[in-house]
């Protein structure tokens, strides 16, 4: 019998990870060794894949393991991955598409009830027992007659402005090029932004993304604004947001991710206009369980026929050349 791909996991991951790699690989769990760094001095020449999830993926990393052709890597963001680093190297990356869309934009919907309705203010209201004292106060937002712009219309941008639609709330987009949609685009963020009383943001953090909403930004969207973020903190100005709540620049906003997770900038933290949520998008036993079997669909197909499952783009050239 040939011997199984020797595939490295730096982390612990979803079980549904270890448990479907168990069969037909060898698998180091970096974590558990007692001496990390004695072992992969006997075993990183051996190593031709690797299942990440939250670990850095850098040009360091990656020069480590000279035999390794795959990162598989758990999650639809990859911005801890330098895949184009990996590109170089002939390593082909991997991320998990398409099962969390949905999970993630109901993640979305929610953030956004919960924001202009302020459910959780008063949900805290009735636990603390001031029902009895007086109704809860109407919250001057409504979610009716509202427009909603997205940033990043992708995968799960699109299963948002299916929700959106059904809330009676209409939508347009900011992407760097213009997609084959019905929904109108726009060219400048700050244009949408001005057009809008709702910002969502689904686009991919990283380098290219940093800071894209900005004070400007939250200016054009304006004293009813809501802006909701599913995608990275990165992309945000985290201070000119705290500042832009605390100056009612913007209205609320519903966050699920921040800039330096899971520590979470201070003004946010006073601010009753903010709801926060520890990063939960795709934080379901079913979504994460989807995802974590695509991890290792990626690694069987690969290892088995050549031919990755979900290749990130920056490896598509290198899945062409190697005649996937
Ligand atoms: C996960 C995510 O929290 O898919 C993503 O990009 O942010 C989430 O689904 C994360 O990837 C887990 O490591």
């Not at 894209?212 to 004293?223: K, R, S």
Request: hydrophobic share 45%; net charge negative.
């Amino acid at each position: 019998r040939m011997s199984r791909p020797l595939v490295l996991m730096p982390g612990p991951m979803n079980r549904s990870v270890q448990e479907g790699l168990a069969e037909g690989f060898e698998v180091i769990r970096l974590w558990e060794a007692e001496n990390p760094d004695a072992l992969l001095a006997e075993r990183a020449r051996d190593i031709v894949g690797a299942a990440v999830g939250g670990t850095t993926v850098d040009a360091a990393f990656l020069d480590q393991f000279p035999k390794l052709q795959i990162v598989s890597s758990f999650g639809v963001g990859y911005d801890k991955i330098d895949a184009t680093a990996a590109a170089e190297r002939g390593v082909v990356v991997t991320n998990t598409p398409g099962v969390l869309d949905d999970e993630v934009a109901d993640t979305a919907l929610g953030l956004l009830l919960m924001t202009a309705r302020e459910l959780p203010q008063a949900e805290r209201y009735l636990r603390a027992g001031k029902w009895h004292e007086r109704p809860y106060p109407l919250t001057p937002a409504t979610l009716k007659g509202r427009r909603m712009g997205i940033l990043g219309l992708g995968r799960i941008g699109e299963a948002i402005a299916h929700r959106a639609a059904a809330f009676g709330i209409s939508v347009a987009y900011h992407n760097r090029r213009r997609k084959d949609v019905d929904f109108p685009y726009y060219e400048s963020l700050v244009e949408l932004a001005r057009d809008v009383d709702i910002l969502t943001i689904v686009i991919p953090g990283g380098d290219g993304t940093r800071q894209l909403v900005n004070a400007e930004v939250l200016a054009a969207l304006g004293p009813d604004g809501i802006l909701i973020n599913v995608a990275r903190g990165t992309v945000v100005d985290e201070a000119a947001l705290v500042d832009a709540l605390r100056s009612r620049t913007i209205l609320a906003a519903g966050l699920d991710v921040f800039e330096h997770e899971p520590d979470v900038h201070p003004g946010l933290l006073e601010l009753d206009n903010a709801v926060l949520l520890p990063h939960v998008g795709s934080a379901s036993v079913p979504t994460r369980d989807a995802m974590g079997r695509l991890v290792v669909e990626n690694l069987v197909s690969w290892f088995g026929t050549g031919v990755p499952v979900t290749p990130v783009q920056e490896s598509a050239d290198l899945v062409r050349r190697l005649g996937g």
